[in-house]
């Protein structure tokens, strides 16, 4: 995942068009982790999973992929700052999720790199996810004065990006047999089914810290909190 997203994020960095400043904010980047991992994960169950699979035993696979992508691409079309370059982008990787999701069989793979793309974006470098601007982040990578948009994606991130499209053409064609392959063992099964479960399980307590985080800052007045902390 971190190779995937750096190639488009490094070459803005090169040559210029990202800036790279340091926000340090760890433990909630961490902690938005297991966000992104229900969020990824609901989005893969519709369209991979529901989707995908109701089309292909209907119409077949020339029409079950394209279909769940245009899908896909439309859940997307209402975000902030969204271009043609977004939604070709956006098409583009629901078919390699579609690619990865039949060859394997099931949903882990998508489901955990979808999660880790979305984390790695928004936590790890501070670029905007699909037009949604994150800011507990490890770095704070931004377009320098005068950036081309279409090379860093403007305000809806890295996935509006030029360079973002040429490395997902790239991983439709070349990597669709081997991904397969690769996933193709028991440890990685195993290790993905423990990474789904461990975040969904975790999630009502997220939830839950959350609800109650917000109520105690609206109904509780810091004097109150000072004196019993």
């Known amino acids: 995942v971190m190779v995937a997203l750096s190639l488009p994020v490094g070459l803005n960095v090169l040559s210029g068009q990202f800036d790279v400043a340091e926000s340090a904010r760890v433990a909630p980047a961490m902690l938005a982790l297991v ?11 519709l369209t991979r999973g529901y989707l995908l699979q109701l089309a292909h035993r209907k119409w077949g696979v020339a029409v079950a992929i ?23 982008n956006i098409f583009l990787i629901a078919v390699v999720f579609a690619f990865w999701a039949l060859t394997e069989g099931g949903l882990w793979g998508v489901c955990a790199f979808h999660a880790v793309w979305n984390w790695s974006q928004g936590n790890v470098y501070g670029i905007h996810v699909s037009g949604m601007d994150i800011t507990a982040t490890v770095l704070n990578v931004h377009g320098a004065p005068g950036s081309a948009a279409l090379l860093t994606g403007g305000g809806f991130g890295i996935e509006g990006s030029l360079l973002t499209t040429a490395v997902l053409l790239v991983a439709a064609v070349v990597f669709q047999r081997p991904l397969g392959d690769l996933l193709d063992v028991a440890a990685v099964r195993t290790g993905a089914t423990v990474f789904i479960a461990v975040c969904v399980q975790a999630m009502p307590f997220l ?4 609800l109650v985080s917000g ?3 609206a109904f509780v007045p810091p004097d109150a909190l000072r004196r019993v902390l």
């Not at 966000?35 to 169950?45: I, P, R």
Request: zero cysteines.
């Open 35 to 45: 966000g992104f991992a229900v969020q990824a994960s609901t989005e893969e169950v």
């Open 66 to 88: 394209p279909f769940q992508g245009v899908v896909f691409t439309a859940l997307h079309g209402v975000n902030s700052d969204v271009s043609v370059i977004a939604l070709v």
């Open 207 to 210: 939830v839950l810290g959350v």
């Open 215 to 217: 109520a105690v800052a």
